[in-house]
């Protein structure tokens, strides 16, 4: 086995239907505790744009920052998220009673040596779902998970081009596009055909219950 194979040795499912949700913007808070980090480190996020290169300015002289720097400031900002992210609205009670209903797994776009730090982070929180950690496209990672049961299968994410991912693996799955921060979700561009747009937690939870409780 290749030494960077993904092992989800540690995800047992039932036969219960299967939730696979993204972390950052969705279950927790991202966006707005990265602006309080930058803020406190001389930089600011400045919303015009979906994305975080440009985005990102010094406090100084207001110049851009390039990616370089961005990732190293995402890297230090990971290192101490426990410091600054907490759960998005809602999402809590709403995943909770969603697991009496179905299988929920964490997939986070996240180097694998942040999981620990996460999982800590989740746990504190009352979020003891099992947690996957990967920079790998979703699609294939959910494929893997669902393992063509015939059963539903939901995927929540706030960015695009994973949906599209999971999409191509997993066609029979629900795309639900989640974000919590309100003033980038209006700069989002328009969703790909088959992604549906959950205004929030509440509403989430409607788009899944109805898919999982659909008649074949």
């Not at 190293?72 to 009496?100: I, K, N, R």
């Not at 539903?152 to 960015?159: G, N, Q, R, W, Y």
Request: charged fraction near 20%.
């Amino acid at each position: 086995m290749p030494d960077n194979a993904l092992l989800l040795d540690h995800i047992s499912l039932g036969t219960r239907p299967l939730i696979v949700c993204d972390i950052d913007e969705v279950v927790l808070e991202f966006i707005t505790p990265l602006q309080a980090f930058l803020r406190a480190n001389g930089y600011d996020f400045i919303a015009r744009a979906y994305k975080l290169k440009g985005n990102i300015i010094s406090v100084t002289d207001g110049a851009e920052i390039e990616q370089a720097q961005i990732s190293e400031l995402l890297e230090a900002f990971f290192l101490s998220q426990h410091d600054w992210q907490t759960p998005a609205e809602h999402a809590v009670e709403t995943l909770h009673a969603l697991a009496a209903e179905a299988d929920i797994v964490f997939l986070t776009a996240m180097a694998p040596r942040h999981q620990a730090i996460r999982r800590a982070l989740l746990d504190s929180f009352d979020l003891p779902f099992p947690l996957i950690a990967t920079e790998d496209a979703k699609g294939p990672v959910v494929d893997r998970l669902h393992n063509s049961r015939a059963l539903p299968v939901a995927f929540l994410d706030d960015i695009e081009r994973n949906h599209l991912s999971v999409q191509t693996h997993v066609p029979d799955c629900l795309l639900v596009s989640l974000m919590a921060n309100q003033e980038l979700r209006a700069l989002a561009p328009a969703l790909s055909d088959g992604i549906q747009m959950a205004t929030g937690w509440t509403h989430a939870a409607e788009l899944l219950r109805a898919h999982m409780t659909a008649k074949p």
